[in-house]
């Protein structure tokens, strides 16, 4: 799951980022000794993957709790949905270009 934290200032932003960004290998096989200081683990015992987030304006905030399989549906049909939009404009084009009312 994704969690967002928001902080008063840059620095302080930047100091967290540095102090708990480990590896995604050191994730994976949850090496507490990447992080300077066990302090850092979640619930004592978890190495946390941390990175910088995009821009809040960027994020799909409806879209944060779906599913991988939900994500993957969305994203297959917005890609036949395109793909059909694509080959509908080539489809029409060319018949424009049969019937003359494209020249070129």
Known sequence: SNVFVTFDTEEAQ?????SLTVSISNVSKNNKKALKHERFLFRGKHVMSVQEPPEPDSVRWEDLDE???VQFRQRLFTFF?????IVGAAA?????????A???
């Open 92 to 100: 029409l084009i060319t018949l424009a270009k049969r019937d003359g």
């Open 81 to 85: 949905l395109s793909l059909l939009c």
């Open 67 to 69: 599913t991988i399989s």
């Open 14 to 18: 930047r100091k967290i980022l540095e």
């Open 102 to 104: 494209i020249t070129g």
